[in-house]
């Protein structure tokens, strides 16, 4: 069935990956640079963004999963909300944009907060995807740490894997 929501095995610990999962690279997190977002690629279907933390309550993961033709996508939407709307950038009445890829609703929007307290930013979400407490799965990207390198990291993956760009 070609909208069927393709299942993807959790990752529960970084010392065990599940089959099917191949690593495309990791980028430090933007709140804790000691940490790392790590990210793969499921099968040929999906981008995966797993990071962990060891706390005191205990090992912690979180999982996000998008279809991997967010990658270019978000690219050309990064790109369209710095632009003017009379060169192709998104109207200014507007702060997101939603797209269905093979039945997965995925948006993107810009907001002032979305890194934390005046930290301006841009948050990807999958709608048919629900995290532990059953919110859409998510993933921000803070301005600053997108224009201090993790921009150029999400399109070297972007790149490797659709050198032709979003088409």
């Known amino acids: 069935m070609e909208n069927e929501i393709i ?3 959790q990752i529960n610990h970084h ?3 599940p089959q099917g999962f191949v690593f495309i690279g990791e980028y430090p997190s933007f709140h804790e640079p000691s940490e790392k977002e790590y990210f793969f690629r499921y099968k040929e279907s999906h981008l995966v963004i797993w990071s962990y933390s060891e706390t005191k309550f205990g090992y912690l993961t979180y999982q996000k999963e998008f ?3 967010v990658l ?3 690219v050309v939407q990064l790109d369209r909300f710095e632009k003017p709307e009379s060169v192709g950038g998104i109207p ?3 702060v997101s944009n939603t797209i269905d890829m093979g039945g997965e609703i995925i948006g993107i929007a810009c907001g002032s907060c979305i890194g934390g307290p005046n930290i301006h930013g841009y948050e990807i979400w999958n709608k048919a995807r629900r995290n532990k407490y059953d919110n859409f799965q998510d993933f921000k990207m803070p301005s600053p740490w997108l224009d201090s390198g993790f ?3 999400w399109k070297s993956m972007s790149d490797k894997f ?3 760009g979003w088409v």
């Open 151 to 153: 921009r150029d990291f």
């Open 162 to 164: 659709f050198p032709q």
């Open 7 to 9: 299942q993807i095995p």
């Open 72 to 74: 270019p996508w978000v």
């Open 92 to 94: 200014s009445d507007e």
């Open 15 to 17: 010392t065990s990956i």
């Open 67 to 69: 279809p991997l033709k």
